[in-house]
């Protein structure tokens, strides 16, 4: 009979986790090998350093154990699966699965020890074996199987159930609203967090599993101790903050991403001198959101040229490019300046998907200022990139690109006087957004959909069903500044004063430490004033 979920975590609890797997600012996390004593110290720091996506650190980690012992053939595990360097973040290069392939076979050529290590390089080896014949879901669909089948014959190992979990977050679909492989991978997470408080996969997964609006609460405890566990790590410093932005903690958004940029500014001054860590704009882009969500447009501004300065990163990266993409684009959108955000000029990138957020906000800009024909260029050149992805296969990007085509539409025929148009346009960028999920390389999209589809309403002087859409908006991204000015002033055409007031209070709150001056907090100063 197949063990069932509560079989396996049951007998893993029971198991003992007698060594201590510490590494220096990393958390706990061991694998017990049959190498040498002096490659599974090595091989414990590799292990903590791959569970927070310490790449390329982790490979080096593992090389070592390699070196330390020549016939460490489950150290050559840790080489593969470490050349994945955020394995959530998809397609993966010929050149990573490659690399990742040729460790795999060098272990197996070493031969491994025991038949748990020989089960384990396995598993590895469906990740990466016919890359060029297999695609990617395939393929990691049969590494999630592979791993299901470790943990259930050797429901005893605390690190078979944690990678499966990993596994499940790595194949769930952004189109599956039910969750079911996030929920399922929370429960084996949960279970183990119990008995492992410490291991640094376990808090790093559980903010992955629930990174989503609706499960975002969930997510809260592990992303308030994955930083306090590995501080060494960058990406444990700025994964808490991917909770944070959803739940609207702003602040504590800000502060974790100050941590991360500190820490992946040290890590690349070593590795890459003169380059900037892959990872940096990914935090400047966090930060910024938080900041303007505040009001706090001074230091917002300052990332927004650091950003802007960056020239030269220490790899490609393609969640670096949309963050590149998204601060200046973020910076012009949330401030409603939008001349600026039809003068912004693309970067320039191989990915469609990235360049797509520059013309979007191109197209915005250009619609809300008057220039209804630069905006129809830019819707042009969005559909040359919605294209080039469907060309490339990349159906989610594809479809996002769709939602800012429909958008940008909508508020050019707004601008031409077709409001039905407009309205039909606007709404179905809305419901589309929301029938997908975000995607991990641009974790705080762009803009929400919904709350624009309030901003049209309300100047069709539509108040109540402007404050409908307000309200559903502000439930998957709340105290956002223009999701609550919105609400307030829909409310208050809609004659519903005291909604107005709680929600001008609201936002009074959030910006009660701005350094602009800009209508949206005046108005909610005033209003406070007068209560």
């Known amino acids: 009979m197949k063990p069932n979920l509560g079989t396996f975590v049951t007998a893993l609890l029971a198991s003992a986790f007698t060594a201590a797997g510490w590494a220096q600012g990393l958390g706990r996390a061991h694998f017990e090998t049959s190498c040498t004593p002096q490659a599974q110290e090595k091989f414990d720091r590799g292990l903590a350093m791959v569970h927070s996506f310490f790449y390329p650190d982790s490979v080096q980690a593992f090389t070592e154990a390699a070196a330390a012992d020549p ?66 879901t395939e393929r990691g669909l049969a590494y999630e199987k592979a791993m299901e089948t470790l943990t259930q014959k050797y429901p005893d190992d605390p ?171 973020r910076f012009a959108l949330e401030r409603q300046a939008w001349k600026e955000a039809a003068a912004l000029e693309p970067r320039g990138s191989q990915f469609p998907q990235a360049e797509a957020i520059t013309y979007f906000a191109r197209a915005a800009g250009s619609a809300r200022s008057g220039d209804l024909a630069g905006a129809d260029r830019e819707v042009n050149k969005l559909k040359e990139l919605r294209a080039a992805l469907e060309k490339a296969n990349q159906s989610y990007w594809a479809e996002q690109v769709e939602v800012q085509i429909l958008a940008a539409s909508a508020w050019i025929a707004h601008a031409k006087g077709e409001e039905k148009e407009a309205l039909k346009f606007m709404r179905a960028a809305a419901d589309v957004e929301d029938n997908s999920e975000k995607h991990i390389a641009m974790e705080n999209r762009l803009y929400p959909m919904r709350e624009l589809l ?78």
């Open 454 to 531: 309030g901003d049209l309403l309300l100047e069709q002087q539509q108040a109540a069903s402007a404050l409908t859409e307000y309200e559903t908006s502000l439930q998957s991204t709340p105290n956002r500044l223009r999701g609550l000015y919105g609400a307030a002033k829909a409310a208050e055409a809609a004659s519903e004063p005291e909604k107005a007031t709680a929600y001008f209070g609201k936002l009074a709150e959030l910006t009660k430490d701005a350094d602009t001056d800009r209508m949206e907090i005046r108005e909610a100063r005033a209003h406070s004033m007068q209560r």
């Open 71 to 136: 016939q460490c053939a489950i150290a050559y595990w840790g080489i593969a699966i470490s050349h994945r360097p955020n394995p959530l973040i998809l397609p993966l290069s010929a050149a990573v699965l490659k690399n990742g392939l040729e460790a795999v076979e060098q272990g197996k050529a070493i031969g491994a020890k025991t038949e748990r290590e020989r089960d384990w390089l396995a598993a590895m080896e469906l990740y990466y074996r016919d890359y060029d014949k297999i695609d990617q």
């Open 159 to 329: 690190e078979a159930a944690i990678f499966y979990a990993l596994a499940l977050n790595e194949t769930a679909l952004h189109s599956d609203k039910t969750y079911a492989k996030q929920l399922k991978a929370g429960a084996i997470l949960e279970t183990i967090a119990a008995k492992l408080p410490d291991h640094p996969g376990v808090l790093h997964y559980l903010i992955h599993t629930y990174d989503y609006p609706p499960l975002a609460q969930r997510g809260l405890d592990a992303a308030d101790r994955y930083a306090e566990v590995a501080p060494a790590a960058q990406h444990a410093q700025h994964m808490p903050s991917h909770t944070y932005s959803m739940l609207g903690l702003w602040t504590q958004s800000v502060a974790s991403n100050t941590k991360s940029r500190a820490v992946a500014q040290g890590q690349a001054a070593k590795l890459w001198p003169g380059a900037t860590h892959p990872g940096e704009p990914h935090h400047l882009d966090f930060m910024e959101y938080a900041l303007l969500q505040m009001g706090q447009e001074g230091p917002a501004k300052q990332l927004r040229d650091d950003s802007n300065a960056i020239k030269k990163l220490g790899f490609e990266y393609f969640p670096s490019y949309t963050a590149l993409a998204a601060v200046p684009a």
